[in-house]
């Protein structure tokens, strides 16, 4: 038995690491970029310090570069009037500004990054073009990917300073990811990798439109970037909604592909050996278009040369469905825009949205309405059933090396996750026969969604299948630390393999959003989330949608992102 002073000196062991990691990282952000005291005090108080806060904090031209659309960006640098060099330092300057604010940043790399810029400018000047489509471009990853030059923890305090926790192997990014590879050679520069929502080395990221509400998991530090805008794109990882719920929560568009489309390869995580649903790359960022062209880049570097898992599925144009068909192919309506038709479910009869996401899908459902496109209620197989499925597989080898990793320094589990395991430790480990019948449901679960999707061309006015879902992503506008949890809306879209993207739509307002004291919740789960819900603490948290297409169909789903966005740009009143 471990004696109270060996405990005591275990804790103080982790913390004097963590605590030295936190330092070894502000050392990393040049004195010029260095925050006083009097300006993160004053930060402390704000409920808002993303876009005028931290705008005002920066000189116009880093302001002004910094909030411009990536496609643009690598406009003006093909176009030879940004460099490599003045791009990367202004998000470099950014993003420390940011994590100052915000804690968001796990690893920095601004001094290697404005190198990689300076040889960038050289490459160019010497060879009169780019090294390729994202030349120069400030890329953050969640702290799982592995860079040369870089460490990754992964948020455990026992992997600091070593590859993966093993002591033995001290050599920082001794083993790239290969997403990390394909952005480089692709001209991408990375500068820094940010945390998991909540973790013993920076503590709870706090979502910087609300600073009284969560930056969302677990993709939640790279979320809280995207929000501060400390990067052009960010890249988190998704295995049950890990990227979509941080965008929706900061407030920044993201897309999940299917599994197969963008290179998982050589990337920490933290159940290796549970392979039935792997986690999958997903993007970050202030706009569709800036999502389209680093997907549109990744897929064009055909990354299944270098990875046997990917699916070998080129580019695909899509038709512009604002302006008509490319192929003049589909039914035409209106101003000859294609129509679509879309599943709609507001609600799924167990949890209710919040009134800032009703009106958010309201909002959604009426310009799309107005352009002449339908939408059909959508009643699918429970989705209930998936998260049942999903729960027993992503626990399925009991999460002992998840514990192993914990155990490296002795730090203790996170609060949101004590409930998880009730005994302190691994949970009872799924035998052979069990996970093949969880992974067996999980295919029954999937054909029946399939079918159901199959069966709704019955309802629709296009003679076809419902062209793409909407619905929400979380009940509420982001949600409160250690608040209500329900992930009914987006924990089956890896179930099913769905691509999916969120869009978010306007914030939550207390004026217009308020409480609805005479309703009836129809279980304890809504009710936990009705009674969660508070018009002034939610005040000017994002309210987004997410839309959802079949499996590997990013392409078509980026193409209506952009239909829906426009619709969404033509209606916006000055409130919204």
């Known amino acids: 038995m471990i004696s109270k002073q060996e405990s005591i000196d275990a804790q103080s062991k982790w913390q004097k690491t963590a605590a ?11 004195h010029q970029w260095r925050l006083s005291k009097d300006i993160t005090g004053q930060a402390a108080k704000e409920r808002n310090i993303s876009d005028d806060f931290i705008d005002g904090l920066l000189d116009s031209e880093t302001a002004q570069i910094t909030n411009k659309d990536l496609p643009v960006l690598m406009t003006e640098v093909s176009r030879g009037s940004l460099t490599a060099v003045k791009l990367v330092t202004a998000f470099c300057q950014r993003a420390a500004y940011g994590h100052q604010l915000n804690s968001n940043l796990l690893e920095i790399n601004f001094e290697g990054a404005v190198k990689r810029a300076e040889a960038l400018d050289k490459y160019r000047n010497d060879n009169g073009k780019l090294i390729g489509p994202l030349h120069g471009l400030p890329v953050t990853l969640k702290d799982q ?23 033995a192997s001290p050599l920082k990014g001794c083993e790239e990811s290969q997403i990390v590879h394909e952005l ?8 820094a990798k940010a945390p998991e929502t909540n973790n013993n080395i920076l503590g709870y ?6 600073q009284k509400l969560t930056s969302g998991g677990s993709s939640g530090g790279e979320g809280a970037v995207q929000a501060m805008k400390g990067s052009a794109i960010g890249i988190g990882s998704d295995f049950g909604g890990s990227v979509s719920i941080p965008a929706a929560f900061n407030g920044v568009y993201s897309i999940k592909p299917s599994v197969g489309r963008l290179s998982f390869l050589r ?69 000859g825009k294609t129509k679509l038709s879309f599943g709609y479910m507001p609600s799924d009869g167990i949890v209710r949205p919040h009134p800032p996401i009703q009106r958010a899908l309201d909002m959604v459902s009426r310009v799309l309405r107005a352009q002449g496109h339908e939408l059909i209620p959508w009643d699918p197989p429970p989705h209930a059933r998936a998260l049942e499925i999903h729960g027993k597989i992503a626990c399925s080898d009991g999460c002992h090396t998840f514990f192993e990793n914990m155990g490296l320094s002795g730090e203790p589990l996170i609060p949101e996750l004590v409930s998880g395991f009730p005994d302190g430790g691994p949970l009872r480990a799924l035998d052979p026969a069990e996970l093949a019948d969880a992974v067996r449901e999980m295919h029954e679960y999937r054909e029946a969604y399939a079918a159901y999707w199959d069966s709704t061309r019955s309802r629709t006015s296009t003679g076809r299948p419902v062209d793409a879902l909407i619905l929400p992503v979380w009940p509420s506008a982001a949600a409160r630390p250690g608040g209500p949890e329900y992930g009914g809306y987006i924990g089956f879209a890896n179930v099913v393999d769905h691509s999916t993207m969120v869009i978010p739509v306007t914030t939550a307002d207390r004026k217009v959003d308020a409480f609805e004291a005479d309703y009836e919740p129809v279980g304890e789960e809504d009710e936990k989330m009705w009674r969660s819900y508070d018009p002034e603490l939610f005040h000017g948290a994002p309210a987004a949608i997410q839309l959802q297409c079949r499996t590997l169909e990013e392409e078509k789903l980026l193409s209506i992102g952009k239909l829906v966005t426009g619709a969404l740009d033509s209606q916006r009143t000055p409130e919204h």
Do not use: C
């Open 267 to 335: 990337v920490a995580t933290p159940s290796p050996d549970q392979t039935a649903i792997p986690s999958v790359p997903g993007l970050m960022g202030s706009s569709v278009s800036s999502l389209e062209y680093v997907f549109r880049a990744l897929i064009q570097a055909e990354p299944w040369k270098r990875d046997n898992t990917i699916v070998q599925i080129p580019w695909r144009e899509q038709e512009d469905h604002s302006h008509g068909s490319k192929n003049g192919k589909g039914k035409k309506e209106g101003r």
């Open 145 to 167: 990917y592995h860079v040369k030059g870089m460490g990754t923890t992964m948020a455990y305090v026992g992997w600091i300073d070593t590859f993966e926790g093993d002591p």
């Open 20 to 30: 030295h990691k936190v330092q070894e990282n502000l050392e990393k952000i040049p």
């Open 205 to 210: 990221n706090l979502n910087p439109r609300n």
């Open 184 to 191: 480089e050679s692709l001209g991408a520069v990375i500068i």
